[in-house]
């Protein structure tokens, strides 16, 4: 019978910064994808086969190249994890390089969470979103790549609510 370790993290260090890059190399790897690494608490298996549970009580999404600090003091790097995507890209024949900034508009709008890679989007896969982008004439592609969003969309949903200002139109007697 073989025993597995159970590693316990709940603090995080950013991009590892502060930390000397040969004992993150040391540590323990997670390659986790997106839908994971969003959560504030989950299990998952290390590079060495250990189980690392995972309680955060930052609700920012873990990014990859963050490190986690386990309770026993050994740190545990971020990686994104391989993922089915789509890659958006305009239609040549049909648009220009703009359709990608109203499709990233209308993805914004929709909550959906996006990262730009060079001249596309890359967008989690979403049946209805890929026939809303097709219908706006763009190019939609299945790939696989990491997805690292666009850090604004990836907040919780609470702070990404922002209202236009109020503007109110008043009506009067025009003055010559």
């Given at each position: 019978m073989v025993i597995q370790a159970v590693i316990k993290a709940s603090k995080v260090v950013r991009q590892g910064k502060g930390l000397a890059r040969?004992?993150?190399?040391?540590?323990?790897?997670?390659?986790?994808?997106?839908?994971?690494?969003?959560?504030?608490?989950?299990?998952?298996?290390?590079?060495?086969g250990d189980t690392v549970h995972v309680s955060l009580s930052d609700e920012r999404p873990l990014r990859g190249g963050d490190v986690l600090v386990a309770e026993d003091g050994s740190l545990v790097s971020i990686l994104a994890a391989k993922q089915p995507l789509m890659r958006v890209s305009h239609c040549a024949e049909h648009g220009d390089v703009m359709d990608l900034a109203r499709a990233s508009f209308q993805l914004g709008k929709w909550g959906a969470?996006?990262?730009?890679?060079?001249?596309?989007?890359?967008?989690?896969?979403?049946?209805?979103?890929?026939?809303?982008?097709?219908?706006?004439?763009?190019?939609?592609?299945?790939?696989?790549?990491?997805?690292?969003?666009?850090?604004?969309?990836?907040?919780?949903q609470r702070y990404v609510t922002v209202e236009p200002p109020r503007r109110r139109l008043i009506l009067g007697p025009a003055t010559h």
């Open positions: 040969p004992l993150i190399e040391r540590g323990r790897k997670l390659e986790l994808a997106w839908d994971i690494r969003r959560l504030p608490s989950f299990s998952a298996a290390s590079s060495c969470a996006m990262s730009i890679d060079g001249m596309s989007l890359l967008v989690e896969r979403n049946p209805e979103i890929k026939v809303m982008l097709e219908k706006m004439h763009l190019r939609v592609d299945a790939c696989v790549a990491a997805f690292e969003p666009v850090a604004e969309l990836a907040l919780p």
